[in-house]
């Protein structure tokens, strides 16, 4: 059973920073891409960020420059470092691993940015 478990979520003032991370059971490295989806109430999942198993990262332009991905395969886990928060980064942000065939999420993570 394929478990992805999602962990430092929080409240947080605007222009703060805040890490997410979240443990893949099984390796990291045998999922072909993983990232970051976030959910904002009343809105759809969007797409934050992703990285392929060769490194390759892509991101949101909302979050560009901003946000980093990255994932270390030696502890099985995902980071998603999120500098200069704004209120519109305000969401539940979930983890997925797609092994290539299917995709397996987290429960997610509540991620609030306000003063």
């Known amino acids: 059973q394929v478990q992805l478990v999602e962990s430092g979520g929080g409240s947080v003032q605007p222009g703060a920073s805040l890490r997410i991370s979240c443990a893949v059971s099984?390796?990291?490295?045998?999922?072909?891409?993983t990232g970051w989806y976030r959910q904002a109430r009343g809105s759809q999942r969007d797409l934050v960020a992703t990285i392929t198993s060769g490194g390759i990262t892509t991101y949101a332009g909302s979050v560009k420059g901003r946000f980093l991905i990255s994932r270390d395969n030696a502890k099985n886990t995902m980071y998603l470092q999120m500098n200069s928060l704004k209120p519109e980064d305000t969401a539940v942000y979930y983890c997925?691993?797609?092994?290539?065939?299917?995709?397996?999420w987290g429960q997610g993570t509540q991620v609030t940015v306000s003063s």
């Open positions: 099984g390796s990291t490295s045998s999922y072909s891409r």
């Open positions: 997925y691993a797609f092994t290539g065939v299917k995709s397996y």
